[in-house]
């Protein structure tokens, strides 16, 4: 009875461990500095445009960017974990307007983020990586 009941302790403790260390999307981007690692835009590569670039999803909803001229430019960003989406809304320059856009979750880990535009017809991809 003994044993049972130890092995029942250990199984509790290890599936709240796991559970607790689950990476969920919207805690993944809240931890550090991201940067631009692949933008493809209908099949053609320019991901240098984000070159310097430095995001910071922020836990209150809000992302700032650090551009390559050091000037700061802020929006929003949400995941609605029922559709596996972040939506991502930030403007004032080109290259920022292109990403303002909802992108279903390809993969996620501690160290990437890899989406794809909400929009079948689209082919645009867009993966972060922790900087």
Known sequence: MKSLRNYFIVTLLTFTIFSSCSKKPNK???????????????????????????????????????????????????????????????SGTDKLDKISDEWFIVSTSSSIIELKDDNSSNEDILNFKKK
């Open 28 to 90: 993944v981007i809240e931890r550090g500095t991201w940067y631009v690692s692949l933008y493809m835009n209908s099949g053609k590569d320019e991901t240098s445009d984000f070159s310097g670039y430095i995001f910071d999803f922020k836990k209150d909803g809000t992302l700032a960017v650090t551009l390559n001229t050091g000037n700061v430019v802020t929006g929003t960003w949400t995941y609605t974990e029922s559709s596996s989406k972040y939506k991502i809304a930030i």
